[in-house]
């Protein structure tokens, strides 16, 4: 595994052609005060989750890499209940990827953060 340290606090839920779809098991330390979770929880699940989509079409690439990010946090998660991440490929280059992230809270119809981010994939040895 590439990133033990971060392990528990993912689950795969569904893996497909240019998709990935994951959980943040939320816990005490994705919390900040006022119950909700942080917006660096929020991040590391989109990232992850991209993350994984392109992996799932490339192999494992560990030195692929995030290059851009930019969120935008539309609502407050509810409290104490696990975040959904649905991403999307949008393009899958020799380079570059770049991917789109809508963050959902358990039992939220709404998304409560969307993130678009784009990877460099490492060149074929």
């Not at 779809?21 to 929020?42: A, D, K, Y």
Request: with cysteine; charged share 20%.
């Amino acid at each position: 595994m590439t990133f033990p340290q971060v392990s528990d606090d993912f689950t795969i839920e569904d893996i497909g052609p240019m998709t990935a779809r994951l959980r943040l098991n939320v816990g005490e330390q994705h919390l900040r005060p006022g119950g909700t979770v942080s917006g660096p929880s929020i991040f590391a699940l989109a990232d992850v989750s991209v993350y994984l989509a392109i992996l799932a079409m490339i192999g494992p690439q560990a030195l692929a890499v995030t290059t851009n990010c930019a969120i935008d946090f539309m609502r407050k998660p509810e409290a104490g209940k696990d975040l959904i991440c649905e991403a999307k490929l949008l393009k899958l280059g020799r380079v570059l990827a770049v991917g789109d992230a809508l963050v959902f809270s358990q039992g939220l119809a709404a998304p409560v953060a969307r993130g678009g981010l784009t990877y460099s994939i490492p060149p074929k040895r």
